[in-house]
T-cell receptor, first 114, second 114 residues
Framework: KAGVTQTPRYLIKTRGQQVTLSCSPISGHRSVSWYQQTPGQGLQFLFEYFSETQRNKGNFPGRFSGRQFSNSRSEMNVSTLELGDSALYLC?????????????FGEGSWLTVV | SQQGEEDPQALSIQEGENATMNCSYKTSINNLQWYRQNSGRGLVHLILIRSNEREKHSGRLRVTLDTSKKSSSLLITASRAADTASYFCATAVGSSGGYNKLIFGAGTRLAVHP
C-alpha cells in the first residue's frame, strides 16, 4: 500500500510569487491535512479537508489556501510568497472517522522563498 | 501555539541504553500520537494511544499516558544508532472531526552513539 505522496519535494520561489503543492493520500483515506514546519515555530497545523470540505483550520493568513478533490487528493496554495514562508510543508492523511485513526505523513515539500 | 512540551529537548546516549522522552500537554485530549523524524524527512508514525488507555507497546517502544497529569512518555529500549532522530508527541483535541487536527510539541532530539 503506497504511503502519502507529496510533490514536488523541493522548490525555490521568489518573493511575491505563488506556489501550489500537491498531496496524494493513502488509498481509502478521506481526510487530508497540511502542516508547516519551521525551525522557529515548529510544526503548525494549517488546515484539514474531509470529503472535499474544509473541516478544520489553523491560524494562518488567507494567503494559505487549500482544496480537496473527489479522489481525496489535495492541493495547497500559498499566494504572494514571503521570505518567512520558507518551510517544510507536510501533508498527512487518515481515515478521518474517529479519534482512533492514525494520521500518516508524507515526506514533505521543501519550499525556499528567495 | 503549541500544546505540549517535550522533555528533554536533547538526549545523547550510547547504543544499547534506554531512552526516555516525556511530553506534557495542556488540555483534554482524544488521543496522543508519537512520531519520529529523521533530519529533513517526513514524520514516521510510531504509536497512537487513546485517552482511555494507559500503556501501549510496539516492539522496542513503550508509551504511557497519564491523563490526570496530562503527560506521556516514550521509552525506547536497547537503542540503536538508527534511532537517532527527533521525536514528537502530538495531541488531537477536537471533537466532531477535530481528531485530525494535531498539535505538536517542540520535540526531543535523540542522538545514539555507537
Amino acid at each position: 500500500k503506497a504511503g502519502v505522496t507529496q510533490t514536488p519535494r523541493y522548490l525555490i520561489k521568489t518573493r511575491g510569487q505563488q506556489v501550489t503543492l500537491s498531496c496524494s493520500p493513502i488509498s481509502g483515506h478521506r481526510s487530508v491535512s497540511w502542516y508547516q514546519q519551521t525551525p522557529g515555530q515548529g510544526l503548525q497545523f494549517l488546515f484539514e479537508y474531509f470529503s472535499e470540505t474544509q473541516r478544520n483550520k489553523g491560524n494562518f493568513p488567507g494567503r494559505f489556501s487549500g482544496r480537496q478533490f473527489s479522489n481525496s487528493r489535495s492541493e495547497m496554495n500559498v499566494s504572494t510568497l514571503e521570505l518567512g514562508d520558507s518551510a517544510l510543508y507536510l501533508c498527512a492523511s487518515s481515515l478521518g472517522r474517529d479519534s482512533g485513526n492514525t494520521i500518516y505523513f508524507g515526506e514533505g515539500s521543501w519550499l525556499t522563498v528567495v | 501555539s503549541q500544546q505540549g512540551e517535550e522533555d528533554p529537548q536533547a538526549l545523547s546516549i550510547q547504543e544499547g541504553e534506554n531512552a526516555t522522552m516525556n511530553c506534557s500537554y495542556k488540555t483534554s485530549i482524544n488521543n496522543l500520537q508519537w512520531y519520529r523524524q529523521n533530519s529533513g524527512r517526513g514524520l514516521v508514525h510510531l504509536i497512537l494511544i487513546r485517552s482511555n488507555e494507559r500503556e501501549k507497546h510496539s516492539g522496542r517502544l513503550r508509551v504511557t499516558l497519564d491523563t490526570s497529569k496530562k503527560s506521556s512518555s516514550l521509552l525506547i529500549t536497547a537503542s540503536r544508532a538508527a534511532d537517532t532522530a527527533s521525536y514528537f508527541c502530538a495531541t488531537a483535541v477536537g471533537s466532531s472531526g477535530g481528531y485530525n487536527k494535531l498539535i505538536f510539541g517542540a520535540g526531543t532530539r535523540l542522538a545514539v552513539h555507537p
